[in-house]
């Protein structure tokens, strides 16, 4: 195995062109793919050497969050907890202290696994992926582009360098929250992200639900945001968002849940993740 | 594929070492240089025993490359004590017999020690978070919450 930590995105693509060429990011998936030899990449790809990787930036239209930027640092960012504190949460549910001092977003989506905490919570939040490859620069919504376990809709070369979060919402709020079985250090059994809009009277304008662990996917489920759009979040429209999650699953049975049961707590985790969303955005 | 030489400092020293591209870092220290303080328990981020502060961040050196460490700032168990004379949390431990086998102990006091550099006095509940990544087999972890909670009191002149 060869190693190598370029520093620019040109550079990086043309090596991730290469024969069994892999990204390094924060690693806590990969080392343990390539000790547990379920990956054996030929080359790997530090990206962490490219400043764009590293760093959060803020202007008028939103935040561009640096595809190797840690949870850690995520939550010590001065206004990004403030402004998309549900990201950030579901950021920070990965793994342990350890953990979070290298897991990225980038890592995390890419990865491949459709219980990726931060991945429901980044597309709740209507994140778009800034993707480096070959041929140049494109963007893709972030529920575009994991497509099945361990299948991304990269293509060869291309490397995600950052993530554009839009400007929250005069009237926004967002919350992730996830089933466990535990407390802590555990894989989702469903995870739901949501961020909801209100106008001056709170009624809702805008709605975004994800689903994570319910699919082969991460899902964006339209109708459990169009459930919301136009009311005043009451009991009546939380029911309608709830069923609507519900009918979006396509679970599998594991030692984690039955299909079943992710189905049932798919639609009671939606309702309480939108109730806290809301409780935000009539806050801020 | 010739070997990395990689230039870094280690508790304050600057070291080079030499390693093959997929070298862990635990595996840098341990076997490099000597350094035999963190432990390798599961090598796969699940046990905390291989701990280190890398640029000051809590991290598990055997998720992290050797190889990474070049031109970093790497802190290990070794430069706890100075000298002869112990950190409170080690003198703590001792006290309120928060080890065992010990194979957690140095990965736990560097984890609680990046605890009380970022909040000097957290909550129980808040110990108990930072540590979820540090298992012990022996202890149940109460005796290792107090000895932490009791050495930030104490080195908050408390
Ligand atoms: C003890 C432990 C507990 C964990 N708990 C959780 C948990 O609770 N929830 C959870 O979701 N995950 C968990 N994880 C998994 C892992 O920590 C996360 O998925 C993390 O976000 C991965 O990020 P990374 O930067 O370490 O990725 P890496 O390991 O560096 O990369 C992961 C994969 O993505 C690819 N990749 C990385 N960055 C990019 C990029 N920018 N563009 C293209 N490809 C890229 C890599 O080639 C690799 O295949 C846990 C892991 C450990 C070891
Ligand atoms: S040996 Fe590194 S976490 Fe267990
Ligand atoms: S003292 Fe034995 S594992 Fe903690």
Known sequence: MRY?????????????????????AGGTDLLVQMKARVLSPDVVVD???IDATRKITKDASGY???AAVTGAELKEHPTLSKDWPGLVEAANLIGSTQVQGRASLGGNLCNGSPAADSVP???AAGAVATIAGPKGTRTLPVEDIMLAPRKLALTAGEFIVSFKIPARPAHGGDAYLRFIPRTEMDIAVVGCGVALALDASGTCTAARVSLGA??????????AGKALIGTKVDEAALAKMEAAARAACKPIDDKRGTVEFRIDVAGTLAKRTA???????RKV | MAKHHVTTTVNGDPVEYLCESEQSLLDCLRDELDLIGAKEGCSSGDCGACSVLLDGRLVCSCLILGVEAEGKNVETIEGMAQ???LHPLQRKFLEHAALQCGICTPGVLVAAKALLAKNPDPT???????????????????KIVRAVMDAAAEMRGA
């Open chain 1, 4 to 24: 190598e930590k370029p520093t620019t995105v040109e550079a990086a693509s043309a090596l991730l062109a290469g024969q069994g060429a892999r990204v390094l």
């Open chain 1, 47 to 49: 990206i962490k050497g």
């Open chain 1, 64 to 66: 561009t969050i640096g």
């Open chain 1, 121 to 123: 919570g980044m597309i």
């Open chain 1, 214 to 223: 319910v699919a082969a996917r991460p899902l964006l489920v339209v109708d």
């Open chain 1, 275 to 281: 109730t806290i969303a809301l409780e935000r955005a």
């Open chain 2, 83 to 85: 000298g002869e004379e």
């Open chain 2, 124 to 142: 129980e509940t808040q110990v108990r978070y930072w540590l979820a990544g540090n298992l012990c087999r022996c202890t149940g972890y109460d």
